[in-house]
Structure formats: structure tokens, C-alpha cells
């Protein structure tokens, strides 16, 4: 019809769909790196949606389009944080069977996991207690955490006092906080920390100190 009235204009675009959803995932996605550079250098507590919407330049609308609450923001900030940073887990303990190399093993590697990525953890845990919306997350991370430790005193028997006690020691021992104090305030390296802190899971966990190694130079 349009022809013999001699129109020829354009037909009507079709909806591209595909290319609609490429776009939402892309700002998605610059939200997320937003939000994730302002928790691990200004910390959660100290960003506001402004922030956030302003380094994804995007509006604050749509900032809260994409994540209506914080617990959803905060959900998506951590799995990208594990995505690029993937932490130490079970795995670094296959091979070792000895109640001493597994501690070791256990808190070297995640000390030289904080080398890397520590400083960043840190103003994520400092901020974790002040913002009920975050603890929830945190919390899980630390859970994770706590399983390693008692994967590497799976030599011990559980629920024994001396394995309450070492639990305790090397939860405190794996925690970033204790990192930072001992590498970052007190000047210690990684390793000098790593066996600090694991000569004193062993001391509690009753382990003969003639029969664990010497610290590492």
C-alpha cells in the first residue's frame, strides 16, 4: 500500500532485543566494578549510592533499578570479589598429612593471599559490624574461613580441649586483622608471621615442640 502512494520511507525497527540486554548487563556490570573499588578503598561505610553511581556513570535511579537494596548490592560486590580474588581453600591442603605442615600450609598461604589483596579485606571487615546490611555477607566469608581451620586440624580429635583451643588460636590466627597487625603495623614478613602465629596453634594444640621444625629465615 505504501508504495502506490509513493512512500518509501523505513519500515519499523524491529526490537533488538539481544542488544537491550548487552546494555543492561554492561551497566550492571560498571556498577558492580563501581561499588567494588569504593568498598576496598574507602570501605562500605563510607559509600553512599552517590559515589557509586557516580564512578559507574550512570543515575542514581538506575543504580537502585539495578540493586533496589544494599543486600543485593553488596551479594553481587561479593561474588565479583571472589571472582577476581579467589581465596585459598581446602585444596591447599592436599599432600599434606602432618598436623604441623597443614597449620603452615594453611596460614602462609592466606598471608600471602592478604599480601596481595589484605589491605582491600581490611576496610571491608573494618566496616562489616556497623552495617547490619553487610554483616549477613561477611559473616559467610568468615564461615568459609572457619572450615579451612578445621580442615587443617583434621589430624586432631574434635571436640577435644585441645582442639578447641587450637580452633580458637588459628581462627585468630587466619583472621586479616591479625595479618595487618603483625606484616603491615609491626613489620614482620609473611612468613616470619606465618610461623609466629602457627608455633602458637601448635603450643596449644599440645604438638612436642622438639618435633616441629624450625622457623623458617
Not at 576496598?40 to 538506575?62: C, E, H, N, W
Amino acid at each position: 500500500m505504501s508504495s502506490l502512494f509513493g512512500y518509501h520511507g523505513p519500515m519499523p525497527r524491529k526490537y533488538d532485543l539481544g542488544k537491550r540486554k548487552a546494555l543492561l548487563e554492561d551497566t550492571r556490570r560498571r556498577i558492580v566494578e563501581a561499588t567494588l573499588h569504593l568498598h576496598t578503598s574507602k570501605g562500605p561505610a563510607r559509600t553512599s549510592m552517590q559515589d557509586i553511581a557516580r564512578l559507574a556513570d550512570v543515575s542514581q535511579v538506575t543504580a537502585y533499578r539495578h540493586f533496589p537494596t544494599l543486600s543485593d548490592l553488596f551479594g553481587a560486590c561479593k561474588s565479583r570479589f571472589l571472582e577476581k580474588y579467589p581465596p585459598p581453600g581446602p585444596e591447599i591442603l592436599e599432600g599434606s598429612q602432618s598436623l604441623e605442615e597443614r597449620v603452615r600450609t594453611t596460614i602462609l598461604k592466606l598471608y600471602r593471599y592478604y599480601d596481595v589483596i589484605g589491605q582491600a579485606l581490611w576496610a571491608i571487615q573494618r566496616d562489616a559490624e556497623v552495617l547490619p546490611e553487610f554483616k549477613a555477607v561477611f559473616h559467610e566469608s568468615m564461615a568459609s574461613l572457619i572450615s579451612l581451620a578445621e580442615a587443617a586440624l583434621a589430624p586432631l580429635v574434635r571436640n577435644t580441649n585441645s582442639y578447641r583451643r587450637a580452633l580458637a588460636v588459628l581462627s585468630v590466627a587466619i583472621d586479616v586483622g591479625t595479618w595487618r597487625n603483625l606484616v603491615r603495623l609491626q613489620g614482620f614478613t609473611s612468613e616470619q608471621a606465618a610461623e609466629l602465629m602457627a608455633e602458637l596453634v601448635l603450643d596449644v594444640a599440645g604438638v612436642n615442640r622438639d618435633s616441629v621444625s624450625s622457623p623458617r629465615r
